[in-house]
């Protein structure tokens, strides 16, 4: 080894020493390089650039639900949808609810003649406060909003502002989400996503890029820059929960979470609020919204869940009385699902994909048609409102005959 090598080595291993070193300002130090290299990163996340890498290259896993959601609303805010756009919102049970995006898009053209766009935003454990961020960050369009509600969602936790700060999704946090929590109002802050709103994604980019360079270490090690298919369905019949198992796991939760006074019930207020929160937000932003229940497997409940479930849907028909573009829907009963077609409670399996996506077609027909109906008749006046300009500059001399 060379004078020059060796001395370079000894460098770095002080270097590394000094890291080591339980001193404040070496604890600064580490902060400083640290929000050195992901500020940056957090302005061009917020702003959607990074969707010029493509997708496959940043997934950390075949399910990374978090960061196909906000890639795919990265890249919305950045293009737009290109048709009338219909966005699914929901937990996991929505995601394994359809065939898929084009075959839902392709079924409501053939019940409407309309061309629509389907964008799935649906993830594992997904609270209301991760469908507000996503809503915060959907361009402003005429359009539907298809949100998945569901015994599941109302009972996770969404207590705190911490809650959009634990959120893996790589998107600005809506700033309405503290007002919400804080206050009473379920009114929706609407302005775009800038400034120190970005900074709410530092938690989740820094637990990005620690997860990925756990799961890709050693393609990294070798240089290589790895690519990951994301997968949409993973459940199978095989791995099928049985019918005694169902009973059990739903009889355990309602004589605990789900019993009065339980975790349910405390978690009961926010949930909702939060839910009222992205229904406001949706709103404001020109989408109709349309409240659907996720997929549940009701056969092994008998009535242990009725108190909790009359309590929510409750909430969600009081959402609907205070705006007329809001819809609450419970097909459940109408899709014809089995309980052999739940891989456990809530998650379909193939058998049941074709059932639910049928129903929910059937569902999103007339809100739809509305939508068609009522923009042909804004083009209709518009035109006539300039054909009678036109009229009346003709009349007065302004426009000169040709």
Same mark, same amino acid.
């Given at each position: ?20 070193? =339980? ?19 957090? +302005? ?27 890639? &795919? ?45 389907? =964008? ?41 502002? #911490?809650? &959009? ?59 290589? +820059? ?6 949409? =369905? ?18 355990? +939760? ?27 937000? #949706? ?19 008998? =009535? ?48 049941? +994909? ?49």
């Amino acid at each position: 080894m060379s004078w020059s090598t060796s001395k370079r080595t000894a460098r770095r291993a002080e270097f590394a020493r000094g890291w080591r070193t =339980h001193h404040p300002f070496v604890l600064l130090a580490a902060i400083g390089l640290a929000l050195l290299i992901f500020l940056p990163l957090t +302005w061009l996340i917020a702003d959607g650039a990074y969707v010029a890498i493509p997708e496959d290259r940043l997934l950390r896993e075949g399910g990374d639900d978090a960061v196909h959601i906000s890639y &795919a609303v990265s890249l919305l805010k950045r293009h737009g949808p290109q048709e009338l756009p219909v966005y699914l919102i929901g937990g996991s049970a929505m995601r394994e609810s359809i065939v898929s995006e084009g075959a839902l898009a392709h079924e409501l053209a053939t019940k409407t003649g309309v061309m629509v766009e389907v =964008h799935s935003l649906t993830g594992n454990s997904l609270t209301f406060a991760d469908d507000l961020a996503i809503i915060k960050n959907l361009p402003p369009s005429r359009g539907i909003v298809v949100i998945g509600v569901g015994l599941e969602r109302f009972a996770r936790p969404t207590d705190d502002t #911490a809650s &959009a700060l634990r959120s893996d999704l790589l998107l600005p946090s809506s700033s309405s989400l503290s007002s919400g929590f804080l206050g009473d109002s379920a009114k929706a802050d609407t302005s775009p996503s800038s400034g120190l709103t970005s900074l709410t994604l530092l938690p989740g980019l820094v637990r990005y890029g620690v997860t990925y360079l756990n799961d890709h270490y050693a393609d990294l090690l070798r240089v290589r +820059w790895p690519r990951t298919q994301f997968v949409v =369905h993973r459940y199978q019949r095989e791995s099928s929960w049985s019918l005694a198992r169902k009973r059990a796991t739903i009889t355990a +939760w309602a004589q605990s979470a789900g019993k009065s006074g339980g975790a349910f019930d405390q978690t009961f207020r926010s949930t909702s609020r939060a839910l009222a929160m992205e229904v406001a937000a #949706a709103r404001a932003k020109g989408f109709t919204v349309l409240l659907v229940e996720q997929p549940f497997d009701l056969r092994p409940a008998g =009535h242990q869940l009725d108190r909790v479930r009359n309590e929510y849907k409750s909430f969600c028909h009081s959402l609907t009385r205070q705006d007329r573009g809001v819809s609450y829907v419970d097909f459940s009963r109408r899709t014809g699902l089995a309980s052999a077609d739940f891989h456990d409670l809530s998650h379909l399996i193939a058998s049941g +994909w074709q059932k639910y996506q049928r129903q929910l077609a059937a569902t999103l027909a007339a809100p739809l048609d509305c939508l068609v109906a009522t923009r042909q008749r804004t083009l209709v006046a518009s035109t006539a409102h300039a054909g009678s300009e036109v009229c009346a500059a003709l009349s007065s001399g302004s426009v000169a005959a040709q």
